[in-house]
């Protein structure tokens, strides 16, 4: 299992994906890897190309969630090549998966983690309704790295 | 009155801008200019911190290059410290600046640039990136991510972590290299070295076939700055002093400590741009326009210093350079001399691991707020970086001023669209936008590899938009790439 957290640590809940990968890289358990990253490159996909399980988390704008939820969980599929995103966002999860299925024959199951951010504004830490969506984020992922790991 | 023509952002840049083209009542182009609209102000941010916190805080603006704000962080505290730091902390944090330009370069050549290159400018933008460039040459991008790899592995090995190692401090570095670590590093690097040895054939191959294009890109006249090794005029990327030459070659600054920027280097600030515009002072704003980055580290320097980057440098400057002259003048041949630094750079590496110092124990040297005002100063991938830091007798920031490398070359990304513009506009037919333009101008900004996440301390991508105005400011075309 790998779990990718991407965002800036220096601009507030942005920083909740790598604080994510950071606490899961810590958990030290076998078959679990954790990547802290600022933006998502495409080298990430040699990476993702080892893996069987993918998590990328990332923070959300909480319009976008209303439900309340600590997080949402949604799929991330590779693409065809012929339809592969055109614009400049090179590497959003999809595009990630997509490089490795292509270059490395190898499309793990792959699932964006989204965490909803309150604060995005430039300084360190996270809002405490996002430190406690964290938490409901760890425990799913700790619930899913034993299951790696058994 | 005149027209306005806007590409708003660009793609496959780090961070956010657009692009203004204003064309007079003729449809002639008058003048472009290049806009970063986000500010986030990360130098307000540092006032108050402790000084032992700003290589770890400022390592943080980027996800490209941190090592570059890592190492100018550390290298203001040592001016403050007023301490020399141990001669292996001094060749480490070379070497971990040398992964970093790897990483960075490999990223920029391979994955942004490279699609550009080998499926023309004219060719359909959807397929114009890297999965085209994967379509084509999947050994080609498979080779420039091993490669990108390789310098991040050097960060991870002397760091700990391949993003933001909070490992350059005052006085020196954290952890020395072990020896695994350099047997791990001198294992990878001949792959390293295949892969450079085929981007430079296959980039040469395409400037063979280019040569109008190439000599058409952002060719224009500008002075260069770079560092350069301090009695050897030598390729530098850490320490050295500044050099300024002009176009033709003549040295307007040599030998030039660089912790006294402020004599020769001014900031002017347009009110279209968060981007500042950093000049050459005794030239005035604009006349004083240079250029930093790969491109003129290899015009300033005398030679590189290692064998086979001294031949590439050669022939660099034989087919770029004018007749009679040795300074290579298109923006396009950033990209040429990208994959020259990254073999520059892997030479070096290999000299250092030769190094018997480089694994001494001996990397930290302690020190304390002996100065009130310290500038530390190294080259980015991007150019040549400043962190100039006052503080007060407890070390606290007081005050921060960071002149960053895209922000130093924006006079010049402003003329190379401009440039591209009047290539290309000569009135605006039935009130479109030439495709061809379009993406020329993409091409010409994304040369210079711009990092606006630092030089305005933004962050984020958007899709693509292009505007065309009438000379009333009525909307004729928009063109949008989602």
Known sequence: ?150 | MTTRIVIDPVTRIEGHAKISIYLNDAGEVDDARFHVVEFRGFEKFCEGRPLGEMAGITARICGICPISHLLASAKTGDDIFAVEIPTAADKLRRMMNLGQIVQSHALSFFHLSSPDLLLGYDSDPAQRNVFGLIAQQPELARAGIRLRQFGQEVIEVLGGKKIHPAWAVPGGVREPLSEAGRAQLRAWLPEARSTIDIALRYFKGYLDKNDAEVKHFGNFATLFMGLVGRGTGLWEHYNGDLRIIDSDGNVLVDDFDPRRFEEIIGEAVEPWSYLKSPYYKPRGYPDGAYRVGPLARLNVCARIGTPHADLELEEFRQRGARPGKRVVVSSFMYHYARLVEILAALERIDLLLDDPEITSTRVRASGGINKLEGVGVSEAPRGTLFHHYHVDANGMIKRVNMIIATGQNNIAMNRTVKQIAQEWIHGVKDARIPEGMLNRVEAGIRAYDPCLSCSTHAVGKMPFNLTLYDARGAVLDQVRRD
């Open chain 1, 1 to 150: 299992m790998l779990v990718i957290g991407f965002g800036s640590t220096l601009h507030g809940d942005d920083g909740v994906g790598p604080q994510i990968a950071e606490t899961v890289g810590h958990w030290r358990m076998p078959h679990v890897t954790a990547l802290a990253v600022t933006q998502l490159t495409p080298d990430l996909a040699e990476r993702v190309s080892h893996a069987h399980d993918v998590y990328f988390v990332d923070a959300a704008l909480p319009s976008v969630y209303k439900s309340g939820a600590p997080f949402h969980l949604e799929p991330v599929d590779a693409q065809d090549l012929a339809r592969a995103p055109a614009d400049g966002h090179l590497c959003d999860p999809r595009t990630v998966l997509t490089l490795s299925r292509t270059l490395y024959d190898a499309a793990p199951r792959a699932r964006l983690l989204s965490v909803p951010g309150r604060n995005f504004e430039l300084g360190e830490g996270l809002t405490p309704q996002c430190r406690h969506d964290m938490a409901h984020v760890l425990a799913f992922l700790h619930e899913r790295a034993l299951g790696a790991t058994a």
